[in-house]
């Protein structure tokens, strides 16, 4: 069967006739943010909210306020013909396609800001980037209004630092978190994957090697801060050109653990030329 693409809604009023029409027939409607260049990660995503909503809106806004001056929002990789065709064939039934002008009207003045979740690993290393996700999600989440929306484990601080906004700023839409999806060797599929050269994309699948081999480590009962350490140095040695952290951390306030008597997970950052991954996965 060939699925048609989905309608395209470009400005915040088309979006918002459409949200109500499906509202008022009593539809669940379901949300998944994005910034394009889709892969299976995004996907699964589309479908976590197809099985439990009656209708699914996906967005495709590479958003400006979290890239810093010297990352790569222009040559973020834009697929809109390739992204549509991809969310049809998950059953999404529309697409919400914002310009930078849509969303950041002149004399847009408002920045969403949370703090601790935000503070540490990924709030160390790109002190803008929170502020940026936070206030786009947030303007998303109440443009949108949806019943329910899926981010996936993926950004896991990025999951935890929405669950807080949508939370404290009573936004009525419940957050649900979806398992990372990966290439067969274990990289998190990412839309920044695509950067890498031949080279660099074997590199790659290390990373999740070398968590799993620190996970087993932690669950034989090594001390957490040599693990830390040793992976750092291990990730280094592989042939990433620049680890930015190795940390195991609580599950919900990413605060250093002492033990594993609670649930925590190790997250990592690491760079590959010009190409940052990040990863994480739940000891
Ligand atoms: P992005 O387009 O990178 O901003 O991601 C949009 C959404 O897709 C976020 O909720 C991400 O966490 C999620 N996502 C990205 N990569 C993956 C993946 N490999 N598995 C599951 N979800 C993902």
Known sequence: MVQSAPPLFRTL??????????????LRVGFVPTMGALHEGHLSLVRAAKAQCDRVLA??????????????????????????????????????????????????????????????????????????????????????????????????????????????????????????????????????NAYLDAGERQIAAQLNILLRQAIARLRDGDDIVAVENETFAKVKETGFTCVDYIAVRDAESLQPVQSLNQPARIFAAAWLGQTRLIDNIEI
């Open 13 to 26: 009023s088309e979006l918002r006739a459409q949200i109500a029409a499906w509202r008022g027939a009593g």
């Open 59 to 192: 967005s495709v806004f590479v958003n400006p306020k979290q890239f810093s001056p010297t990352e790569d929002f222009s040559r973020y990789p834009r697929d809109e013909a390739g992204d549509s065709l991809k969310l049809a064939s998950a059953g999404c039934d529309g697409v919400y396609v914002p310009d930078v002008a849509e969303m950041y009207p002149q004399g847009f003045s408002t920045q969403v800001i949370v703090s601790g979740v935000s503070m540490p690993l990924e709030g160390e290393m790109r002190p803008h980037f929170f502020g940026g996700v936070a206030t786009v999600v947030a303007k998303l989440l109440i443009q949108a209004n949806a019943h329910a929306a899926f981010f996936g484990e993926k950004d896991y601080q990025q999951l935890l630092v929405i669950k807080r906004l949508a939370r404290d700023l009573n936004i009525d839409t419940e957050i649900i978190g979806c398992p990372t999806v990966r290439e067969a060797d274990g990289l998190a599929m990412s839309s920044r």
